[in-house]
């Protein structure tokens, strides 16, 4: 080779090396889908199924190993994978663990889109899928076949707020050999031990409190047991669910916060859901902290703390016109999905169509409560209560 590089290979190969020992707080944003190695040798060993190396930007880079540990963590697990969203990491479990002729148990409050993709194996991929009352403890037993390779449970219901007996659940489960997943969004990993309650996997939808900013979508699943997390992470590679480094950073950056932003959010819903119980217009509070939602007992049992998420149910007398004005005439509340950024959201259900079994009267409509001042969010759902 010449001494003195053109032009067009020095804009793409550069001698310079940045100083070694450069140590700083925030983690390092790698950007990279090829990975290099140093030889071939090196390149034909390594093995993307286990994280001992680095092979490409789909398996893993410094900052996504750094949030799957940070994240394992905090669940007390051993292994995490990222996913796109955390509808993408319903999809991982369910790929990774299911195949045609096997039978899944899914809670019939389920989040609507892990419901639909449900009826979508059951339709185009020949698997079993059942709905159960969420409530159903350690009846569950009852429902478990010799196929059925997987149970879900999602602690609360985001929408319908029962919470689940969730060691009941795991121990039927366990005693016919069945892997518990746990969708455990709701509380964030902060107020609720998964895996000390039974769960053999445990799903976070990270585009929630982890982000905090209502910018990122993003997933994991995190694992204890070896094989499971074999299993899940093959599903992970060909399927081929990458992350981009920046999103991870954003992730990353709210995790720093989160607890304090966790327990804000707690303690100005636990204002606002008091405040509402005592309306006439709303007839029962559901909200895991209040006698009036179903599972309080096991919440008060298991949890240590709810977050800003919970719903209510308008007195019957309201038709689905009343509550749909007193949502559209909110004011700091935005209507919108999703939740765990700094704003308020409100969303009416339709309960009946979203379930199999739903007995509760009255229009359901499901606060998230932000990090606004509780006073100013009253205020603005009581100028909507007059609205009705
Ligand atoms: C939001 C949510 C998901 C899906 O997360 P996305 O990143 O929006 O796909 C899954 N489960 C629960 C309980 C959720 O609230």
Request: aromatic letters at 10%; glycine letters at 8%; a negative charge.
């Amino acid at each position: 080779m010449k001494d003195k590089k053109s032009i067009a290979t020095l804009l793409n190969h550069s001698d310079y090396r940045p100083l070694e020992g450069f140590e700083a707080l925030p983690p390092a944003i790698h950007h990279a889908s090829t990975v290099l190695f140093n030889n071939v040798a090196a390149m034909r060993s390594a093995r993307w199924q286990d994280k001992s190396a680095y092979t490409y930007g789909l398996h893993g880079t410094p900052t996504t190993f750094t949030l799957e540990a940070r994240l394992a963590e905090i669940e007390e697990g051993k292994h995490c994978i990222l996913t796109p969203s955390g509808l993408a990491a319903i999809a991982m479990v369910n790929f990774g663990l299911l195949k045609s002729g096997d039978d899944v148990l899914i809670p019939d409050n389920v989040y609507g889109p892990s419901r639909e993709m449900g009826n979508w194996l059951a339709q185009d991929w020949g698997i079993s899928v059942r709905f159960y009352d969420p409530l159903i403890g350690s009846n569950i037993a009852g429902l478990i076949q010799s196929n059925t390779k997987l149970v879900w449970a999602e602690t609360p219901g985001s929408v319908s707020m029962e919470v689940p007996d969730i060691p009941a659940i795991s121990r039927a489960a366990h005693e016919k050999g069945v892997p518990l997943a746990l969708d455990n969004t709701w509380s964030a990993g902060l107020a609720f031990n998964a895996f000390e309650h039974g769960a053999d996997i445990v799903l976070q939808a990270l585009t929630k409190y982890q982000s905090g900013g209502s910018d990122v979508l993003m997933g994991a699943v995190i694992t204890r047991d070896d094989s499971i997390h074999h299993r899940i992470a093959t599903a992970h590679g060909l399927l081929g669910f990458g992350v981009g480094p920046d999103d991870v950073y954003l992730v990353l950056r709210g995790l720093q916060n989160m607890k304090v932003r966790f327990d804000a959010h707690d303690a100005a819903a636990h204002k606002v859901a008091a405040w509402l119980k005592t309306r006439p217009e709303i007839a029962k509070v559901l909200h895991p902290a209040f006698d009036d939602c179903p599972g309080h007992d096991i919440w008060k049992r298991d949890f240590t703390g709810a977050g800003g998420l919970f719903s209510v149910l308008f007195d019957p007398r309201y038709a689905e016109e009343q509550t749909d004005r007193f949502v559209d005439s909110l004011q700091l509340f935005k209507i919108g999905y999703s939740w765990g950024g700094s704003h308020s959201l409100c969303v009416p259900y339709r309960m009946s169509s979203m379930r199999n079994y739903w007995l509760s009267e009255g229009n359901l409509v499901r606060f998230y409560i932000g990090l606004e001042d509780p006073q100013d969010l009253m205020a603005d759902i009581e100028q909507a209560l007059k609205k009705l």
